[in-house]
């Protein structure tokens, strides 16, 4: 298997593109573990300093100190290229994706599938995810170029592995999946779930490396953006797993009530609205049967647990890579959320991150580990 392409849907890069990419890689590397570290040192050896001579105290709001670094031309240089970085690597894949478009459209074509997939021409994406361009990808999750358009699907499949730097399972980008299980299994033990929904899957990353657990149970995955559930749908054949995707909001799903044994999303709550994620858990109660469970899968931050390098970094996320709901996130009091929607013996805490997920592993802790190296869940049984 070509390491660069493990599945006939990912586009394909030529040597022209792949060494850009490849300096993609290694540009964000750099400004990640050689630049950003002079961040935390201009903000504390500094600025904090300078503030502190100047008032007389430290501003307890990490804005106001954040005001005060983007005077400095470090930080605003740091902000210039991060987000350069970004574009440059969506332009890149963008590129990659469009010379092949066609080719990877036909592809796209399933004969007798295993799976299936269900888009609604009628569908309203809602405004919290088409305000902006998340992660700035263009187009974001949700556009569409006509019936048989693939293309956001494909650019987001190549593109995620650039953005996690190969850290998410390469090029299957798929850590958070088998992690996911890794905690069902931490909780069930070999319990084996009838059937499963996957909120919010993307192209399918967590949601295939989650059903290849359970090859008896029945798989579906839902999201917002119909190109994107036709890429998602052509890349699970390829990888002969029957998934059933369909176009819905994980906050009103058309599924019959008490109808899932297992419901899980992988780093979907903090792109939602502070509105939007208790409808979603409580779309999960409802979904659920009576001992069924609900487990997701979120970024491994807690506000109150960042510093106010941390806290500034944070709002990068929020102002420059269009991800608004970061910070409720970071903040939310998930434990309350789940009991108020009628979920029992809640659990949260951090799940190692895993490429394989074993009965018996024993790796969920209360503290994480970092990013890459644990994943935040939260979960509960109806």
């Known amino acids: 298997m070509n390491p660069h392409r493990p599945h006939p849907m990912m586009p394909e890069a030529n040597h022209d593109e792949l060494a850009e990419q490849l300096f993609i890689v290694d540009m964000k590397t750099f400004i990640g573990t050689k630049i950003e570290p002079g961040q935390r040192l201009l903000l504390n050896d500094k600025v904090i300093p300078a503030v502190e001579k100047t008032t007389g105290r430290i501003p307890e709001k990490h804005q106001d100190l954040r005001k005060e670094m983007e005077r400095e031309p470090a930080y605003q240089a740091w902000l210039t290229m991060v987000s350069t970085a970004q574009d440059m690597m969506w332009d890149s894949v963008g590129t990659c994706v469009q010379r092949q478009i066609g080719d990877l459209t036909e592809r796209a074509k399933i004969g007798n599938p295993r799976g299936s997939l269900t888009v609604d021409p009628d569908f309203k994406v809602p405004r919290y995810i088409s305000a902006q361009d998340i992660h700035r ?3 974001n999750y949700h556009s569409t170029l006509g019936e048989d358009d693939i293309r956001i699907g494909a650019v987001f499949d ?63 995955a839902i999201d917002v953006g119909a190109a994107l559930l036709r890429y998602a749908h052509a890349r699970a054949e390829s990888l002969d797993i029957p998934i059933h995707f369909s176009q819905q909001s994980a906050e009103q799903t058309n599924f019959e009530d008490e109808s899932f044994d297992l419901i899980c999303s992988s780093a979907v709550l903090h792109e939602t609205s502070g509105q939007a994620m208790p409808n979603i858990i409580d779309e999960c109660h409802r979904l659920l ?94």
Not at 202 to 214: L, R
């Open 289 to 382: 049967k009576p001992g069924g469970a609900m487990i997701h899968l979120e970024v491994p931050a807690r506000l109150d647990e960042l510093d106010t390098w941390g806290k500034i970094r944070g709002d990068y996320e929020i102002q420059y890579n269009y991800e608004p709901f970061w910070k409720g996130a970071l903040t939310a009091d998930y434990r309350t959320l789940c009991e108020e929607a009628g979920f029992g013996d809640v659990m949260f805490g951090y799940q190692d991150a895993t490429a394989k997920a074993e009965v018996g592993k024993n790796a969920f802790f209360d503290k994480s580990k970092g990013v890459h190296r644990s994943w935040l869940m939260i979960s509960g049984v109806k």
């Open 158 to 220: 190549r593109g995620a592995v650039i953005y996690q730097l190969g850290r998410n399972g390469g090029f299957m980008n798929d850590i958070r999946g088998h992690t996911i299980v890794s905690h069902y299994f931490e909780r069930f033990g070999e319990t084996k779930p009838a059937r499963i929904l996957d909120m919010g899957c993307s192209v399918g990353h967590s949601t295939a490396a989650i059903a290849s657990y359970f090859p008896e149970a029945e798989t579906n």
């Open 137 to 139: 990808m263009p187009g």
